[in-house]
T-cell receptor, first 117, second 111 residues
Framework: EAGVAQSPRYKIIEKRQSVAFWCNPISGHATLYWYQQILGQGPKLLIQFQNNGVVDDSQLPKDRFSAERLKGVDSTLKIQPAKLEDSAVYLC???????????????FGSGTRLTVV | DAKTTQPPSMDCAEGRAANLPCNHSTISGNEYVYWYRQIHSQGPQYIIHGLKNNETNEMASLIITEDRKSSTLILPHATLRDTAVYYCIVRVGDYGQNFVFGPGTRLSVLP
């Protein structure tokens, strides 16, 4: 089974520029998550999709961050304009559409490391 | 906020058992205990989860106390590749709820 694919792997931008990250979840996984992980901290949820609908975006800084999941498969997370404090690893995860979580929990991608200078 | 408390770091000698503790004194009856680990430059990886019985799989064992207020993840024969940050998370076993990660325990396996 292919894992969660993310691109790019690394990105360096200047503050006030825009950037986009892409995620392709595991085939058949209805739920998709974007997490932000600042150095030395655990991942923090930004947004959760169920198919192409948003379930939870309460921690997404909506003045600069946006995310979409068209057709309920791939997802894109965008930051515009970026700030220095946005430097972090952005992780995408997916899980299957079971009522009770399977033994596999979530599957995470390797993330995109963003550096804002 | 995370509902668990873990030591920030631990060391373990290669080949020995690594015992990682986790306190979750406010756990509810329908909340599971999950363990994930994150190796440098990778996303978190699922290890094991349990409700109230002890669990074992090919990666680790999970021991949950009878009152469910704490648990221990056991890596029976730690290798250098087990060096990682280990996260203990409590969560209702429902697809609709996300995982809340704390800072975890940084385990260093020493040669």
């Amino acid at each position: 089974e292919a894992g969660v694919a993310q691109s790019p792997r690394y990105k360096i931008i200047e503050k006030r520029q825009s950037v986009a990250f892409w995620c392709n979840p595991i085939s058949g996984h209805a739920t998709l998550y974007w997490y932000q992980q600042i150095l030395g901290q655990g991942p923090k949820l930004l947004i959760q999709f169920q198919n192409n609908g948003v379930v939870d975006d309460s921690q997404l800084p909506k003045d600069r961050f946006s995310a979409e999941r068209l057709k309920g498969v791939d997802s894109t997370l965008k930051i515009q304009p970026a700030k220095l404090e946005d430097s972090a690893v952005y992780l995408c995860a997916s899980s299957p559409p079971y009522r009770i979580l399977t033994n596999y929990g979530y599957t995470f991608g390797s993330g995109t490391r963003l550096t804002v200078v | 906020d995370a509902k668990t408390t873990q030591p920030p770091s631990m060391d373990c000698a290669e080949g020995r058992a690594a015992n990682l503790p986790c306190n979750h004194s406010t756990i509810s009856g329908n909340e599971y205990v999950y363990w994930y680990r994150q190796i440098h430059s990778q996303g978190p990886q699922y290890i094991i989860h349990g409700l109230k019985n002890n669990e074992t799989n090919e990666m680790a064992s999970l021991i949950i106390t009878e009152d469910r207020k704490s648990s221990t993840l056991i890596l029976p024969h730690a290798t250098l590749r087990d060096t990682a940050v280990y996260y203990c998370i409590v969560r209702v076993g429902d697809y609709g709820q996300n995982f809340v990660f704390g800072p975890g325990t940084r385990l260093s396996v020493l040669p």
